[in-house]
Structures are given as structure tokens and as C-alpha cells.
């Protein structure tokens, strides 16, 4: 299984970035298991940002809560983090992940 995350980038604050992780070589059915999203910001530990749960249930970090939106298309076996109002503080490297797998990350960088 491979998980591939793109759309990481530099963004002033306030603006939007849109990230999708893309999952393939699947041994188990994608629509079946949450899809989450982490990050890792310079010096600090690995932290959940968002879950997409079976379904339409998602539940977000308090950070992210109202100005991020995560979705998955089963279909594409893709899961995607929308981030608008991003801040400094959202700069960190972010991770998908899927039961115990995880994809490489992509780095977003705020400036103020």
C-alpha cells in the first residue's frame, strides 16, 4: 500500500492550500477504514489534524476546527484536506494515513 500526499506549498496567511493523498496498491477495501490527516511541525511531535470517518462523519483538531474540511472520494481512493485562514502556526509537514500506513508528507509553509 502507498500513499502518496501532494498540494503542499507557500501560502501568506489567510490564504487556502489544498491538499490530496492519493492511496493505490490497496489489499483492503478503501472505503471501509477512516482516512486521517497529521502534521508535524520543526521541533514538535506528529499531531492529527482531521479524520474522515466511513461515510459523511469527520471530526478536526481544535486548531483546524471551522477553517479546515477534510473529504474522501472512495471511487479515486483519495483523501483531501481543504485549509483556508491558514496561519503560521499551520506550517508543519502533512501526513495521511490509512490503518497502520502512512504517506510521505508535504510541507506547507505560512508566512505572516
Known amino acids: 500500500v502507498q500513499l502518496q500526499a501532494f498540494g503542499g506549498g507557500w501560502v501568506q496567511a489567510g490564504g487556502s492550500l489544498r491538499l490530496s493523498c492519493k492511496a493505490s496498491?490497496?489489499?483492503?477495501?478503501?472505503?471501509?477504514?477512516?482516512l486521517a490527516w497529521y502534521r508535524q511541525a520543526p521541533g514538535k511531535e506528529r499531531e492529527l489534524v482531521a479524520v474522515?470517518?466511513?461515510?459523511?462523519?469527520?471530526h478536526y483538531a481544535a486548531s483546524a476546527k471551522g477553517r479546515f474540511t477534510v473529504s474522501r472520494d472512495n471511487a479515486a481512493s483519495t483523501v483531501d484536506l481543504q485549509m483556508n485562514s491558514l496561519k503560521p502556526e499551520d506550517t508543519a509537514v502533512y501526513f495521511c494515513s490509512v490503518l497502520s500506513f502512512w504517506g510521505q508528507g508535504t510541507l506547507v509553509t505560512v508566512s505572516s
Open positions: 474522515q470517518g466511513v461515510g459523511n462523519s469527520s
Open positions: 496498491g490497496l489489499t483492503f477495501r478503501f472505503s471501509s477504514y477512516a
